[in-house]
């Protein structure tokens, strides 16, 4: 029998960097006071563990047994970090952000190996009173039966600037240009890979953010929330 977990909400978000996913998954969560699976966090997680322990990226064995393995743990964050990523106990929130991170993750999410036991840890984040699934293949592979899909998009300077200003304002040094190469290759792999491509479910509405702020995206994305999903608290319906 289903427990009561399988049958909660799931608003499924993918799209790929710089389109303001992160945020909008974060304000959702918030204003609807659910719970946020940040699954990109999950790769960052991995490669991060495999960098320390000299795991190779191409090793899908030993990374598959890194992502069934590792003690991690999510924690509720504040402000612009709605959740606080924990590896054996140490806040790591800020160490899986690095770009060498996340070149390594784009990397390791290849692996049909880590992807399966990723799948594991990501469907148990299903609970009461429902779950905003921020990721690439949230809608299309691990949560089908989401009732809300969503896929945000937007053009790759506009994104290249987006993600320059925030490492610029996290204090982290970054060439513009390199930037702009490295998220289209690592567009093109994620697309590409034969298990779980960065492509939006077949009914998934895409929302394309190139040249709207956030508010506006918010707007556009909580029309699709509350067309689809009942018993919404007050808040959302006056939103």
């Keep these: 029998m289903a427990d009561e977990s399988s049958n909660a909400p799931v608003i499924a978000i993918d799209g790929p960097s710089g389109t303001g996913k992160g945020t909008v998954c974060g304000r959702l ?5 659910w719970h946020l699976l940040d699954s ?10 495999a960098e320390r322990s000299g795991t190779a990226g191409s090793d899908e064995a030993g990374l598959s047994r890194l992502a069934r393995e590792m003690p991690l743990e ?7 970090t709605p959740i606080r990523a924990l590896l054996d106990g140490e806040d790591v929130t800020a160490a899986i952000r690095a770009e060498s991170i996340s070149r390594l993750a784009s990397e390791v999410a290849a692996h049909p190996g880590v992807r399966q036991a990723l799948l594991i840890r990501q469907r148990a984040a ?8 921020d990721g690439r293949d949230m809608g299309t592979v691990v949560f089908p039966d989401a009732p809300v899909k969503l896929f945000l ?9 987006r993600r320059y200003k925030q490492l610029k304002d996290k204090g982290i040094g970054v060439n513009l240009r390199q930037l702009s190469a490295e998220l289209a290759e690592r567009d093109a792999r994620d697309s590409e890979r034969a298990i779980s491509p960065l492509k939006p479910a077949t009914d998934a509405v895409v929302v394309d953010t190139t040249g709207i702020d956030i508010e506006t995206v918010m707007q556009r994305v909580l029309a699709q929330v509350t067309e689809n ?3 919404l608290p007050a808040t959302v319906k006056s939103h």
């Design 126 to 133: 299903r609970r009461p009173p429902g779950l905003i699934a």
């Design 153 to 161: 998009t937007a053009g790759p300077e506009e994104r290249a600037r």
């Design 74 to 80: 999510f924690v509720k964050g504040e402000g612009e």
């Design 229 to 231: 999903i009942s018993d």
């Design 40 to 49: 990109g966090a999950l790769y960052r997680l991995v490669a991060l563990v």
């Design 29 to 33: 969560a918030a204003l609807l006071g």
